[in-house]
């Protein structure tokens, strides 16, 4: 099945691009996460990470 699916690929014009931006987007995406992770303030990755036990917020159905 590979084989049929390579075959067709092979015959479009400019198709090696495409597998070049998609591993551009994803390593930029990542970079730019692993950044925005370090320079987190401590203040607010703590508020974010109580939410889930917070019960100030919640409403009694």
Request: charged share 15%; aromatic share 18%.
């Amino acid at each position: 099945m590979f084989k049929f699916i390579k075959g067709h690929l092979e015959s479009i014009t400019g198709i090696e691009i495409y597998p070049m931006i998609s591993l551009l987007i994803f390593f930029i995406f990542f970079v730019v996460l692993f950044y925005w992770v370090i320079t987190a303030k401590k203040d607010y990755i703590t508020t974010v990470s109580n939410l889930p036990l917070d019960n100030q917020n919640d409403t009694d159905i």
